[in-house]
Each structure stands twice: as structure tokens, then as C-alpha cells.
């Protein structure tokens, strides 16, 4: 599969992100066709009783997602998705329609699993591989500092692959292996065998050396379920387990495991995970406000802090959290109860079946992948590559039983499925060619940037602007980056160029972006900037109003309330700002300190 491995840091800004997504949106758009001329898959699925079950939980999953956009708050960034992940209607609408169109090549008996298995194979050892080189210290696509934690000798290391992110990379590797491992059984060449082999063991590996948590436990589940149901016959394969926990335990007491060391060390340290138990409970409570009907797509980034409790604010005043981290309560939040009930639904059908795969020699390795990454998933939300082998993973498993009643009709396809699929495959087309050139200008207007060339920059971006699909915005990034730079400039049109449009991109992000209170908080040190505390103390209340117990706005803003002379109100805003940063941070006191030693000297 050629997704997970696409990363483009030269040509893309979201380098990671745009490449896969607009992949997937091309190949998608490209099936859509075909499939609507000749639809003797799509009618061979259909005729199959659990085909049928397959495809209306699909169709059910899409309206719902249309209706949860429709409903939200920022329906434009539900549409196109947020930044970090891209996974708005649109990119899911794809991914449904792909599952859809993978789904209905199995029950025609078009599509051959073993070709899928060694696709996956392939992909995921060089991903593997990539992140073991990450791990000793090779990267050269990114800079490694982007996933060093740390300092000294108790330096980590999590190394995301291709994937964004070290959870991410382990929960597709959880995958990865397990296919794997399926591709040894189903094959009869040496080959594709040792490919499957490098598959599997290059994804343990990695898994470990990624230090995710959640990873690691899906594949110690799958091995576990793969040990009980294969008992008999599992023999070789628990001497090859035994053997690679050897081979594991050497490597991590050697020199070079010393930073998957320093890694168990943050485990017995957080044993709870971070954040992630007060961030489900807080997350619970923002779904019941509108528990039916959802906040929408990707709308967890805007609305979360309004629900942040001052339990989680204090214990982790400097998170972002960008998603709820479980794939069931993430679907309940951006659409409401109807579609956490129904993905539910659709992983219980699934895993039935996968239990059943256990016990067959040839499925076994996908019924230990969907089970193993299920584990997984429930600590992470879906971003595209991992909700794509999930799907995948469950529509080979659910393809056994995809036997038609009858045969299909070779009759053409009605009208209404030629038109629809037509204006599917233009739709995702349409959508893929904006997102792509507006990421590639923006890579060009970072380039600008680190130039210093301010007008430059400031054309490409207009340009990048125009081509991005509805709800797609980098606006608080070029805010930031054009306000830095104008401070930096000696010429005064310059300066001033560049403080307009940091002006500009903050109120449009402000208005319209992903990050309202972010926006907010930067916007405020940009007016701070010219010495416009109006304009500075109204950003940073609206910051918040939008993050009420997040304390760098109050700290921020009692501050300039104390340098306006205003002590009173920055004696209460700089309590505030101690209160919720949980002593976290020394600089905070010390700023109620000054403020209070000021008030008592007068």
C-alpha cells in the first residue's frame, strides 16, 4: 500500500498529511469510475447477505458524517479537516467509498488477498525500517530533534516513521506485523514468505523502539489470542517468540538500548498513561452537550478547552490535546451517540469474526491484526493511515463469507449509480488538485520566510490562499512567522508589511481557525507588539473565554494589566494564572509575587 509510506518534505508544507490524503483521494476518484461502468463487483457485493450488512453499515456511516458536518458549529473546518490530520468529510467520504469499492473486489473474486498482503508487507518493513534507522540516529527527511525527548542520558527517542507520530507509527506496525505474518502462511514462494517474515519481525522491532505504550500491548494481545486459539500448531511460533523476547531483552540492556531505558523510566514515572483519563472524562462531558448530533468533524481542537477541567488544566497546563484519544468516544463527540453505537456495532461484528479467523490457519494472522489493532485504537484516534488498515483489515476478514445468493445480473448499471459515482470521482478529484497546490505553495512561502523575504512570501501565501479547499487555513502559522520576522527587519515598510499581515492571518484565524485560543493569545502579542493594549486585552480575554482555565492569557494579561496601572484587576488575573498552571511553572509565582510586592510598596 503505498499511503503510509508517502511522506514529501520537500515538495509539501504538511508533509506528512497532504500526500497521503490526496492520494487516497486521487486513487479513489480514479476507482469510482470503472466501478460505475462495469458493476458486476458492486452488484456481487450487494447480493451477498453479510456484503449487503457491510455496505448499508458503510452508507449509514457516511450519512451520518454528512449530517454531523452539516450540524457543526465549523461546518467548513468539519468539511476539509483540521491541520494535524486532514480527516475531515471529505477525506473520510473517500475512505468509506474505498472500503466500499475493496470490499466489492473481494466478493467478485477480482481482487486477490495475497497481492494485498505482500503490498502491505513491503510498505510497512521499509516504514519499519525507517524508523529503526530514526532510533540510531539516521533521518534524512526530517530533523531528528522533532522527536528527541529530553535530556542527557535520560534522552528518548520515538521515532514516527512516515506516519507523524510515534502512537500513530505503532498502532499501523500493529497491523503491519500480523499481515505479516499472515503472508508466511498463505504463500507458497520462499520469497514472499522472508518478505512476510521481515515484515513482522522489522515491526516488533519498531514497535518497541517507538515506546508507544498502546502499540505494544496490541501486539502482545495478538500474539496472546494467536497462542490460545492456534494452540496445536503454534509451537514453532512460540520458540520463535521466546526467541525474539531474548533477542529484545539483550538489545535493551545493551549500550544501544539505553534510550528505550530512558523510556521505561517515563513509564514508571506516568503509569497512568498522561493525560489520557482525565481526558476522556472531559471528553465525555463535552459530548453531552450535544450527545445526538455531535460537535461535528475535527471540531475537537475549538470546542475541547470550553469542557477542560481545572484537574486536567493544572496537571498538564502546556497540552494540546487535539482528539480524545479512543476511537469510540472521538466518533461520540465530532457525531453524536448514533455513530459511536454504530462503529461499536461494526468492530463487535468484526471481531466475531476475527475470533473465528483464530481458529483457521490461513486467517489467523488477520483475525490476531484486527483484534491486536483494536487494542490499540483505544488509546488513539483514527488518523488516515491507521483507520484505513482497520477498515481494510476488517473487509478481508468479513470476505469469506461475502458468497452471492445468486448470480449477479449483467445487466449495465442503472442511471442514478453512473451519475452518482461520476460526480463522486469529480468531487474527490476537485477537492485533491486544491488541497495539493495550496500545500505546495504554502512549502514555497515557507522557503519565503526563512529567506526574509516578506513580499515574496506575502504573494505566494495570497496564491495558496485561493487554491485551499473551504475550512483549510495555515493562517496561525503565517501569523506567527510574519510577526517574528517584521520584528526582526531595519527597513520600516518592511516591518510595517509584515506586521499587517501578521494583523490579518491572526484575526482571520481568530475568526476562522482550528486553534481559537492559540489564535487569540498570539494575537494579543502581536498588538502588544505597537503598544495596542485595547486591542491586546480584548484578544486575550476572548482567548479566555475560549480556554477558561488555561493560564498563559490570564498570566499574560495580568501582566499588562499591571504595567496599565490597573492592580487590582492584575492582582486577580496573575492568582488566576497561578491557580491554573498547578505550580508548574516557577516564572508564574513569581509574577503574582512582583504584582503583589508592587501593591503592597504602594
Not at 193 to 202: F, H, I, M
Not at 222 to 234: H, K, Q
Not at 406 to 418: F, I, N, Q, Y
Not at 571 to 596: M, P
Request: aromatic fraction near 10%.
Amino acid at each position: 500500500m503505498l499511503i503510509p509510506i508517502l511522506a514529501l518534505p520537500f515538495w509539501f508544507f504538511y508533509f506528512d498529511i497532504t500526500p497521503k490524503v490526496v492520494t487516497l483521494l486521487g486513487l479513489t476518484s480514479i476507482a469510482c469510475l470503472p466501478a460505475v461502468r462495469d458493476s458486476r463487483a458492486l452488484r456481487a457485493l450487494w447480493n451477498s447477505p453479510r456484503g449487503r450488512i457491510l455496505a448499508l453499515l458503510l452508507a449509514a456511516q457516511a450519512v451520518i458524517t454528512l449530517t454531523a458536518t452539516a450540524a457543526s458549529p465549523m461546518a467548513a473546518l468539519s468539511f476539509s479537516g483540521g491541520n494535524w490530520r486532514r480527516f475531515g468529510l471529505v477525506t473520510q467520504l473517500a475512505l468509506l467509498t474505498a472500503v466500499f469499492l475493496v470490499a466489492a473486489e473481494l466478493a467478485a473474486k477480482r481482487l486477490n488477498l495475497r497481492h494485498t498482503l505482500r503490498a502491505v508487507a513491503i510498505s510497512g518493513a521499509i516504514i519499519a525500517a525507517y524508523a529503526v534507522l530514526q532510533y540510531f540516529g539516521w533521518d534524512p527527511l526530517l530533523p531528528s530533534a522533532a522527536y528527541h525527548i529530553g535530556e542527557g542520558v535520560w534522552t528518548i527517542v520515538r521515532p514516527p516513521g512516515t506516519i507523524g507520530h510515534a502512537d500513530y507509527l505503532g498502532c499501523y506496525l500493529v497491523f503491519v506485523v500480523f499481515l505479516g505474518g499472515s503472508l508466511i502462511v498463505r504463500e507458497q514462494s520462499r520469497v514472499w514468505r522472508l518478505a512476510g517474515a521481515l515484515a513482522a519481525a522489522a515491526g516488533s522491532f519498531a514497535v518497541l523502539l517507538s515506546g508507544t505504550r498502546s502499540a505494544i500491548l496490541g501486539v502482545a494481545v495478538g500474539a496472546i489470542l494467536l497462542i490460545v486459539r492456534r494452540r496445536p500448531s503454534m509451537r514453532h511460533a512460540a520458540a520463535a517468540i521466546g526467541l525474539l523476547a531474548v533477542g529484545l531483552g539483550w538489545f535493551y540492556y545493551s549500550p544501544w538500548g539505553l534510550k528505550l531505558r530512558g523510556r521505561t523510566r517515563w513509564y514508571v514515572e506516568d503509569p497512568m498513561g498522561g493525560a489520557r483519563l482525565l481526558l476522556w472524562r472531559d471528553s465525555l462531558r463535552m459530548a453531552r452537550d450535544r450527545s445526538l448530533r455531535g460537535w461535528g468533524p475535527e471540531t475537537f481542537t475549538t470546542e475541547f478547552a470550553r469542557f477542560q477541567s481545572l484537574e486536567l488544566a493544572r496537571a498538564y497546563p502546556d497540552f494540546y490535546h487535539e482528539s480524545p484519544h479512543n476511537i469510540f468516544i472521538d466518533e461520540l463527540v465530532s457525531k453524536g451517540a448514533g455513530a459511536m453505537l454504530l462503529l461499536m456495532g461494526f468492530c463487535g461484528w468484526t471481531s466475531i469474526a476475527a475470533w473465528k479467523a483464530l481458529g483457521r490457519r490461513k486467517d489467523a494472522g488477520l483475525g490476531a491484526a484486527f483484534l491486536g489493532g483494536l487494542v490499540s485504537l483505544q488509546f488513539n484516534s483514527f488518523v488516515l493511515t491507521t483507520a484505513l488498515f482497520c477498515f481494510v483489515t476488517a473487509v478481508m476478514l468479513l470476505a469469506s463469507g461475502f458468497e452471492p445468493r445468486a448470480e449477479p445480473s449483467l445487466r449495465g448499471p442503472r442511471w442514478w449509480l453512473v451519475l452518482g459515482g461520476v460526480a463522486l470521482s469529480l468531487f474527490f478529484a476537485v477537492f485533491a488538485v486544491r488541497l495539493c497546490a495550496g500545500d505546495v505553495l504554502l512549502a514555497r512561502v515557507k522557503a519565503r520566510l526563512e529567506a526574509n523575504d516578506i513580499m515574496g512570501a506575502a504573494g505566494l501565501y495570497d496564491r495558496s490562499r485561493r487554491w485551499q479547499p473551504p475550512g483549510v487555513t495555515s493562517d496561525l502559522y503565517y501569523s506567527r512567522n510574519m510577526s517574528a520576522l517584521g520584528r526582526k527587519q531595519r527597513n520600516l515598510m518592511a516591518a510595517v508589511k509584515a506586521f499587517q499581515e501578521a494583523v490579518q492571518a491572526g484575526i482571520r484565524s481568530a475568526h476562522s481557525g482550528e486553534e481559537k485560543q492559540i489564535s487569540y493569545y498570539h494575537l494579543a502579542g502581536v498588538y502588544a507588539q505597537v503598544n495596542d493594549f485595547g486591542d491586546a486585552e480584548r484578544s486575550l480575554r476572548s482567548a479566555i473565554a475560549y480556554a477558561p482555565n488555561w493560564f498563559k492569557p490570564r498570566w499574560m494579561l495580568a501582566r499588562m494589566l499591571e504595567s496599565a496601572g490597573r492592580h487590582a484587576e492584575a492582582l486577580s488575573a496573575a492568582k488566576e494564572a497561578v491557580d491554573r498552571d498547578g505550580g508548574k511553572h516557577a516564572e508564574v509565582k513569581e509574577t503574582l509575587e512582583q504584582i503583589r510586592k508592587g501593591n503592597g510598596a504602594r
